[in-house]
């Protein structure tokens, strides 16, 4: 019983209502603190919402985000012929109207954007038959233009190529749909004639050029063609030999043409 007594006498002392207090406020002062700066650090409670980049401009980004306290990073650009140049692509974190996710101030949002054109490394087909070097060349998504001279020596083999003029160098890039000239040896005896463009036709369109009499010979590649009404709307997107004011080939020669639907041809 005088344990108890002293216990109770020291319990209501002033000396430990004082320590207890200054106990509790320290304690509270500390979580007061603690709760204050975890939510300026983590910007409890605030919300931006993220604006939708996507099939945008990557020039209209900055009016986009306005005046949201958000920033955007470009990550790289992707080859896509069929957009327009610097179209977003991808972007993270995904639009809030799409995600329904909203992110704190000054988060940095990451977008991918498209361009038109790439760079391909030439293959050197110096040597090789124009044939062989014409499929090489469009495998890596190149175009043609072929200059025949008289040769002896070497009668379908290609003796130079060129881009813009310039003779190509080992390891050299150009932008993928460049047209490679290609100068290819042939027979001092036959008639040259000149290549007919036939960007733009359709199937019925380009045969027209062609009529039974015609020295030159068609070929025709169907792209994404399901259905016959498909391949006889589509139209030529490009041609093998290009054509110019100045390209001829000698006669009984082949054109291999290329066409898509919904095409307008270049």
């Known amino acids: 019983m005088g344990f108890i007594k002293k216990l109770g006498n020291f319990i209501i002392s002033r000396k430990f209502i004082l320590n207890f207090l200054m106990f509790g406020l320290v304690w509270f002062l500390i979580i007061w ?31 986009l985000i306005g005046d ?10 992707i080859y896509n012929p069929n957009l327009v140049e610097g179209t977003v692509i991808y972007q993270n974190p995904m639009p809030t ?31 090789k038959s124009h044939r062989f070097a014409e499929a090489i060349l469009m495998t890596k998504g190149l175009r043609t233009r072929v ?39 042939k027979r001092t005896q036959g008639e040259m004639v000149s290549i007919p463009n036939l960007n733009g036709l359709t199937i019925n369109e380009a045969e027209k050029r062609f009529p039974s009499s015609s020295s030159l ?15 006889l709307q589509a139209r030529v997107t490009r041609q093998t030999p290009v054509a110019s004011d100045s390209s001829q080939i000698p006669e009984g020669s082949t054109i291999t043409i290329f066409l898509s639907p919904g095409a307008n041809g270049e």
């Open 33 to 63: 603190g603690a709760t204050s700066y975890f939510d300026s650090y983590t910007r409890h409670g605030e919300e931006i919402e993220v604006p939708n980049l996507l099939g945008n401009n990557v020039k209209d980004i900055s009016t």
């Open 68 to 77: 949201r306290e958000i920033e955007y990073e470009i990550l790289d650009s």
């Open 97 to 127: 109207d799409s995600s329904g996710l909203s992110v704190k101030s000054n988060r940095v949002v990451k977008v991918r954007v498209s361009k038109r054109s790439r760079l391909v490394n030439v293959p050197i087909v110096v040597s």
């Open 147 to 185: 200059n025949f001279v008289p040769s002896n020596e070497d009668q379908g083999s290609v003796i130079s190529q060129k881009y813009k003029g310039k003779s190509i160098e080992s390891n050299q890039q150009v932008p993928i749909n460049s047209v490679i000239e290609l100068t290819v040896g």
């Open 217 to 231: 010979r068609l070929y025709a590649v169907f792209n994404n063609c399901e259905t016959k009404s498909d391949s």
